[in-house]
Nanobody
Framework: QAHLVESGGGLVQPGGFLRLSCDAT????????MAWYRQAPGKQRELVGS???????NYADSVKGRATLSRDNGKNTVYLQMNSLKPDDTAVYYC?????????????WGQGTQVTVAS
């Protein structure tokens, strides 16, 4: 069982910068992938980016070149840094962690943090 807590959301001006953090605690598989998703009002949840425990990253086309994921494996913490923010980036941002175990795939979500891009 894992428990995820996101922090760092809020109101950001267009063209601004955000940094989100997600701390995962509990019994977590060593070889895991942590990711950020977002869900805007009236839209489906979408992947922002992911990072494996080995450091391999993957980004959605909509944020490529603007977003950077990093992680501290010792703390099971993942960070999302994103610049040149646009109103379209307004969404609730969710942290996710998943790994494979002998009991099957494990998949946990945080409660989400609101990011609003507006002047």
């Amino acid at each position: 069982q894992a428990h995820l807590v996101e922090s760092g959301g809020g109101l950001v001006q267009p063209g601004g910068f955000l940094r989100l953090s997600c701390d995962a605690t509990g019994s977590i598989g060593s070889f895991n992938t942590m990711a950020w998703y977002r869900q805007a009002p009236g839209k489906q949840r979408e992947l922002v980016g992911s990072i494996s425990s080995g450091g391999t990253t993957n980004y959605a086309d909509s944020v490529k070149g603007r977003a950077t994921l990093s992680r501290d494996n010792g703390k099971n913490t993942v960070y999302l840094q994103m610049n040149s923010l646009k109103p379209d980036d307004t969404a609730v941002y969710y942290c996710n962690i998943r790994w494979s175990s002998i009991w099957g795939p494990q998949d946990f979500w945080g409660q989400g943090t609101q990011v609003t891009v507006a002047s």
